[in-house]
């Protein structure tokens, strides 16, 4: 399986950010997959942001609830991250990533996104 981050590299102070995961080599909606974005800023540790599971049931970290959102299209095997009224702090190195109940995990390369003006 092989996933791959797509986006704007630069986004604005209070845009939405938009990110969306293209995978390939397995579909989106085969049982138990969850599909995941993390990211990692800058000198900092991973943070797991929410995941979209294979039922399409949708799962967010607290901290991110109210300005996450996750959805998919499974015509083009595509999942996506939405981040509203972004700052600074939103800073990160972005990645898509596939768990399985068994374990298997699957990441993709990450894509750096920068808020700035």
């Known amino acids: 399986v092989q996933l791959q981050e797509s986006g704007p590299g630069l986004v604005k102070p209070s845009q939405t950010l938009s990110l969306t995961c293209t995978v390939s080599?397995?579909?989106?909606?085969?049982?138990?997959?969850?599909w995941s974005w993390i990211r990692q800023p800058p000198g900092k540790g991973l943070e797991w942001m929410g995941a979209?599971?294979?039922?399409?049931?949708?799962y967010y970290s607290p901290s991110l609830k109210s300005r996450a959102s996750i959805s998919r299209d499974t015509s083009k095997n595509q999942f996506t991250l939405q981040l509203s009224s972004v700052t600074p702090e939103d800073t990160a190195v972005y990645y898509c990533?596939?768990?399985?109940?068994?374990?298997?995990?699957?990441w993709g390369k990450g894509t750096l996104v920068t808020v700035s003006s």
């Open positions: 080599g397995g579909s989106i909606t085969t049982n138990y997959y969850y």
């Open positions: 979209i599971a294979y039922s399409g049931s949708t």
């Open positions: 990533n596939l768990i399985s109940v068994n374990g298997v995990s699957y």
